[in-house]
């Protein structure tokens, strides 16, 4: 590859992501395909967020036991989602993807939340999809393709934890796959790559320069990759004074902190420092309201209609929602009048 090549490699897929910011001044990205409204990482809720008009949509992704990138949060199958082949709920955790194929994995319903639980009372508006399954990462691209969208970006998390290797494959294999499908697809110019598991990102650094790298972080009382350095790659906080210049030595080019954590003063020192502000997971509007007077860069939400109406009270640009689905096409989930149940 002549030098000339390399650079425009290494330029051209950052580009696009300063044109995404420039355009819309705002990243709007979709928590899981949005899944305040529609059932979490699945096609509906990809589908659900293309009408609504969103600059990206965020998903997490784990693989099968056959080396296929899905589309899940969990490394394990969530009993408070998923229902078996027999229609029943899983009564507790249930085997970890990585031991499954893609055949048997199929064989799962996640279209709907687990009547009762805390998980479905944190999402009352959600509306279920009987019969969804866990979706591919290629199945995804082609959906977006198929509907003709040519602007929406892919924030790609690998979950991956140091702490359970059993569950997942080594950073650099899990990297590597998922780029295989991005390449597959010519979609390196609209993906970014996250982890909480910043081995992840050190492989991508290596394989994908060229590729945006999103350094998620928290430090909450119920999760804190900053507090241990097996998941920062082995860098300290305590040596970088702040967590901007933390993610900034690990070569960050975006910081994607957990919105509790963050202030005014933080956003500003990480914008200085050429890192854009792309907080997590902002539901309600107050919070909604107190980010964007921060002045962030993006906010990641499950309810990203809820983020939209707060950005039109601003005068705030709007991404474009894709064209609406011909027939035969994923369509936008139909709420079931009570007693019933969606078939949809």
């Known amino acids: 590859m002549n030098f000339s090549l390399r650079i425009r490699r290494f330029i051209t897929p950052i580009a696009a992501l300063l044109m995404t910011v420039t355009a819309h001044a705002f990243d709007l990205q979709a ?13 509906s809720a990809f589908s659900h967020a293309l009408n609504l008009g969103v600059t990206t949509l965020e998903l997490d992704t784990v693989l099968t036991a056959d080396g296929v990138v ?4 969990d490394a394990v199958l969530n009993p408070n989602l998923t229902r078996g082949p027999d229609g ?15 055949a048997q994995l199929k064989q799962f319903d996640v279209g709907r939340l687990k009547p009762g639980t805390r998980y479905a009372q944190g999402q009352p508006e959600q509306r279920p999809v009987d019969g969804e399954r866990i979706p591919t990462l290629d199945e995804l691209f082609a959906l977006v393709k198929q509907r003709g969208d040519t602007q929406v ?15 997942t494959p080594e950073p650099q294999a899990f990297v590597e796959a998922v780029l295989a499908v991005v390449r597959q697809h010519g979609l390196e110019q609209r993906v970014t790559l996250q982890s909480f598991d910043w081995r992840t990102l050190q492989a991508a650094r290596q394989l994908a320069p060229y590729l945006p790298r999103v350094h998620l972080s ?53 914008q200085a420092l050429g890192l854009p502000v792309v907080v997590w997971t902002v539901n309600e509007p107050a919070q909604i309201d107190a980010m964007l007077a921060l002045g962030v860069d993006g906010i990641i939400s499950d309810r990203p209609d809820r983020v ?13 929602p894709a064209t609406p689905p011909a027939d035969g096409r994923k369509r936008v989930p139909v709420k079931p009048r009570p007693g019933t149940q969606s078939t949809e």
Do not use: C
């Open 31 to 43: 928590h899981r395909g949005g899944r305040g409204l529609a059932p979490e990482n699945t096609l």
């Open 70 to 73: 899905v589309i899940s949060h």
């Open 88 to 102: 029943q709920w899983l009564e507790g955790p249930g085997p970890a993807i990585r031991t499954l194929t893609l």
């Open 153 to 167: 970006r892919f924030n790609i998390e690998t979950k991956v934890s140091p702490l359970q290797p059993e569950w």
């Open 218 to 270: 928290s430090q909450q009382s119920w999760g804190n990759n900053l507090a241990d350095p097996r998941w920062t790659g082995g860098l300290n906080l305590a040596d970088h004074r702040s967590v901007p210049r933390l993610v900034r030595a690990a070569g960050g080019m975006v910081w994607s902190p957990y919105f509790g954590d963050v202030t005014e003063a933080l956003v500003k020192e990480a």
């Open 308 to 320: 939209r109406a707060a950005m039109a009270e601003r005068g705030m640009a709007l991404p474009e």
